[in-house]
């Protein structure tokens, strides 16, 4: 077994395209999946681009026919639901393919006037909240591509609702890529303003262009079965210690109190994702890190006690 952070790239390969609701495979603090790992979107392909994002003051669009509700319900009529993530949003670990973006839209179109719903999920495996901002090698970001789909269809006068999960990958790479002697306080701190950074943009670009976004709440991925067996997880990440775990443990309520404070600057719902079933190993696919087709079920439903209150 190896020892030393810098030779556990094999490791990182290996564990990182399933892990932490967001594999990757090894890549530098800055870099992870290529365009292979995007998930496509049900109606709109995403093409490889420059991983420039697009910002909202470049694509927005006015007038009378854009619809939007703020901040509270979405206005009435035909739905575009665009998921922004990374492997939960995705639905790695799930054998019917839906994951809990899936059975959230399909919960949407069983509401009477709501039958047409357009699915976009940009969900991408290994993705932290800079890639989701700014795209990663040649996969543009998911966030220039959502806030175009969100101009166009609220131009087009439909709804917009848009789901963002993220951080579980800010979390796991900031301790496989810390310093072999433990990773310092200053390190998580600086993590913490960048997904606040990230998180803040990516709400702020949506909904100026015109969707009602709700936000999940990172869970504790220490209580995940291949985290919390720390033998588990050294056959995967050699280098993370039983002291990293529980620093994760902490790092996953700043982050939430994080999101819980960007929604309520921007006054947005949130989804605490927390719950049993992460635990729960009749919950969790064979890698004991993403949630089987019963976990996205237990998931999608946490999603779903909201967003039922917006349609």
């Known amino acids: 077994m190896q020892n030393s952070r810098g030779m556990a790239t094999a490791a990182i390969i290996f564990l990182l395209v399933p892990l932490a609701g967001c594999g990757s495979s090894a890549r530098e603090r800055s870099t992870a999946t290529s365009a292979a790992s995007a998930s496509p979107t049900t109606d709109s392909a995403t093409e490889p681009s420059d991983s420039s994002a697009p910002s909202s003051t470049d694509s927005a669009t006015t007038g009378a026919t854009r619809s939007r509700a703020s901040g509270g319900e979405l206005a009435a009529g035909p739905v575009t639901y665009i ?17 809990y973006v899936g ?4 919960a949407i179109g069983a509401v009477p006037g709501r039958e047409d719903v357009s699915l976009n999920n940009l969900g991408a495996s290994g993705w932290d909240s800079t890639m989701m901002v700014d795209g990663q090698d040649d996969a543009p970001g998911q966030l220039g591509q959502a806030v175009d789909l969100a101009n166009e269809a609220a131009a087009g006068g439909r709804a917009v609702l848009a789901t963002v999960l993220i951080g579980s990958n800010d979390m796991w790479y900031v301790y496989e890529y810390g310093p072999p002697e433990g990773t310092p306080a200053e390190n998580e701190d600086a993590a913490v303003e960048t997904y606040r ?7 702020q670009e949506l ?16 209580l995940r079965p291949s985290v919390a067996d720390i033998d588990r997880l050294h056959d995967f990440l050699p280098d993370v210690t ?8 902490v790092m996953a309520g700043r982050l939430d109190q994080v999101a819980e404070e960007i929604a309520a600057d921007h006054g947005v719902l949130t989804v605490d994702t927390n719950a049993p079933f992460w635990a729960d190993a009749g919950s969790m696919a064979d890698d004991g890190i993403h949630p089987n087709t019963a976990g996205y079920a237990d998931l999608a439903e946490l999603w779903l006690a909201t967003i039922r209150g917006l349609l």
């Open 83 to 99: 998921a922004l993530g990374d492997s939960l949003t995705a639905g790695d670990g799930d054998d019917t393919y839906q994951g």
């Open 103 to 106: 059975l959230i839209a399909a």
């Open 197 to 203: 950074a990230n998180l803040d943009r990516t709400v």
């Open 207 to 222: 909904t100026d262009a015109g969707a009602v976004v709700v936000i999940g709440l990172p869970d504790d991925q220490s």
């Open 242 to 249: 039983a002291e990293e775990v529980q620093q994760m443990a």
